[in-house]
Structure formats: structure tokens, C-alpha cells
């Protein structure tokens, strides 16, 4: 089976191993993704509900990049350092993705990579 990696560009990558989204025939997987430029740096800090829309704008890209879209994405999973943001978070997703509906999981954690980051969010898609 043909499987189309997407890079963010980023140095980890090649050192962790992984990809920013994977297509394997119509299934697209995007690893965790959080509210970064395309240079890494982090934006909207401290602020949970634009760090969100960022995150998910960056998963629209990489599913555009592996020939899907948001419409496409069935499961999403969000990884959050403060569950108490929970409403501003969820509103976000909930623009995004309030017509689609995936199969959603929102789960505390204690840290992200970058203290500043307050969000990261995965997404499965099916396409065709």
C-alpha cells in the first residue's frame, strides 16, 4: 500500500522519526499538533482559545498537504495542560468542526514539549 508522508520541515522529525500526517490509502493521520508559526515559534500565549484555532489551522494544512480536509477528519484527540480551559478549547474545535462532529477526546495532561504550549491536537481522516 502507497503511504505519502507530510513534513512540517521541522529538526525533529528525522530525530524522533515521525511525520506531521501519514496517508496510507484513504486513511490520514496527523500527529500532534500545536499553535506554532512556520518558523516554530510558538503564538497566542497563554491564551487556550487561540492557541487552539492555530492548532487546527495547522492540521488543515497538513491534511490539504496529504489530500484531505477538515471534512474528512473522523477522530480528533486534544491534549490540554489546564482541563479548566476546557470551554474556550472546545469552542474552537466546535468552529472548526461543529458541522463534521468527529469522535473527540479532550484529556488533561501535565506538560507539553514548550511550557507555552497549552494545546495539542491530533486528527484522524478518511478520504474518498
Not at 502507497?2 to 521541522?10: D, L, M, Q
Not at 493521520?29 to 515559534?41: C, M, N, P, Y
Not at 491564551?47 to 487546527?56: F, H, K, M
Not at 495547522?58 to 491534511?63: F, R, T
Amino acid at each position: 500500500m502507497e503511504r505519502t508522508t507530510v513534513s512540517s520541515g521541522t529538526e525533529w522529525e528525522p530525530t524522533v522519526g515521525y511525520s506531521r500526517a501519514l496517508r496510507v490509502g484513504d486513511h490520514v493521520h496527523v500527529s500532534g499538533t500545536t499553535a506554532t508559526d512556520q518558523d516554530g515559534a510558538v503564538v497566542a500565549e497563554g491564551d487556550a482559545y487561540e492557541q487552539t484555532v492555530r492548532a487546527i489551522e495547522n492540521v488543515k494544512h497538513a491534511l490539504n498537504e496529504a489530500g484531505a480536509d477538515l471534512d474528512s477528519v473522523v477522530r480528533t484527540r486534544m491534549f490540554v495542560t489546564d482541563i479548566d480551559q476546557w470551554e474556550a478549547i472546545g469552542r474552537a474545535h466546535g468552529e472548526f468542526f461543529g458541522e463534521v462532529r468527529p469522535a473527540s477526546s479532550m484529556v488533561e495532561v501535565s506538560r507539553l514539549i514548550d511550557p507555552a504550549m497549552l494545546v495539542e491536537i491530533e486528527a484522524v481522516a478518511i478520504v474518498g
